[in-house]
């Protein structure tokens, strides 16, 4: 999306991002995490962002429902709000990049076309799609809200993988097999990708 303004441009920091690494000891990077509703996201999030701090690299989790409230809380869940949400999430992203912090985000982005938006909107290499790949059924049985029961009873519209769809990444960096494999495992395989990428120091 360009600005209305023809007079807005990017204004390039005297800090270069060479310089951050060196004072934070790490590269910057955002970590897209995707999947159903009830996949782990937010909670493969948080860990992972607990375990970058152990490690001493500046880490913030972008969860989907905090940025509802605030800065997306004028949007719902039809298919152009969530194109908007993605959008300024990702632009949220860039700012957050830009300073040296690692970057995770847990927002179910169902649609393939918003994620590939959201990886436009980042400098080349730094945004990293995880799919949280949880079956559907095990999904359901997580539910602890009855979000999927009340979804199926169609009273909510618009509920990815019941009443809209959900378009699963085709060429994820990681893939990360949730309902099989514990959060430890997948907290380590997303750390042992980012060494390999030197994203983090091996």
Known sequence: MQPKSENVVWNHSLVKPGERRALLGHGAVTLWF???????????????????????AIA??????????????DLGFEPADRSENIRRVGQVARLFNDA???????????????RSSAREILPAGQFVEVFVDTPLEVCEQ???????????????????GI???????????????????????????????????????S
Not at 34 to 56: F, M, P
Not at 142 to 160: M, Q
């Open 34 to 56: 995707t999947g159903l509703s009830g996949s782990g996201k937010s909670t493969l999030c948080n860990a992972v962002e607990k375990r970058l701090v152990e490690l001493g």
């Open 60 to 73: 913030y989790v972008l969860d989907g429902d905090n940025v509802r409230v605030g800065l997306c809380a």
């Open 100 to 114: 040296g912090v690692i970057v995770l985000t847990a927002f179910i982005s169902p649609y393939r076309s918003d």
């Open 142 to 160: 997580r539910d602890v809200k009855g979000l999927y029961a009340r979804a199926r009873a169609g009273e909510i519209p618009e509920f990815t």
């Open 163 to 201: 009443s809209a769809p959900y378009e699963p990444p085709e060429a994820a960096e990681i893939r990360l097999p949730a309902g099989e494999r514990d959060v430890d495992w997948c907290v380590e395989r997303v750390i042992e990708y980012l060494r390999q990428t030197d994203v983090l120091a």
